[in-house]
């Protein structure tokens, strides 16, 4: 999968000479948590909220309400923003994607093709769009472990007891633990009484894993 799979096309952005507190209200009214910064098409930096958080004066700053209100007012992004942004094109795979905001831990990639901004890659959008789905977070269903079947030979073991079963398999995977050897199981079930009794009369051991949502 690529980035270009994933990312949110329609990305906000704002001119360097955007005062912070516009950019607070912009944020608020997109329910976003960062905007690139351009300057005449070309990305020269990144303002978060917590960036927009740092700026603000505490209340133990020694200036009184207006004169609070008079310096916000006058603040850009510019005297705030991350410059040294991290970005990625859309043809890499997600995998480098994700490698390179952990390298650099960042949360977020704007997305450059030929110079220009064309969109934006969270973490959250990995999570939503690809492991949610993987995992079957959210979804109905039983997940079970199967201790032990990790292995290639008892995974065809226990999916020809599934199939026996009648039940359909949603997901599968193995934690991610070298120290162990388990298969896990997201069925699109309620009832997997007889798996799990098929299960133990060919010597497995397995458990129902419960999730909430």
Known sequence: MLVKDIMIYNVI???ADTYVLDAERIMESHKIGRLPVLDKGKLVGLVTKDDLLKASPSSTTPFNQRQLFYLMSKLTVKEIMKTNVVTITPDK??????????KNRV?????????KVIGIVTTNDVFYKI???????????????????GDREDHHKVIEQVNKA??????????PDPHRNDLVLHLDADDVTSLMAALKALGYEADIREYTA
């Not at 949360?107 to 110079?115: A, D, K, Q, R, Y």
């Not at 977070?137 to 201790?147: F, M």
Request: aromatic residues 6%; proline residues 8%; contains cysteine.
């Open 13 to 15: 952005t704002i001119p």
């Open 93 to 102: 795979t997600v995998e480098k994607a994700v490698a390179l905001a952990q």
């Open 107 to 115: 949360g977020c990639l704007p997305v450059v093709e030929n110079g």
């Open 131 to 149: 492991l949610n789905p993987l995992l079957g977070i959210g979804e109905k269903g039983k997940r079970i472990i199967v201790y032990g079947a």
């Open 166 to 175: 009648g039940l359909k398999v949603k997901t599968f995977w193995l934690p």
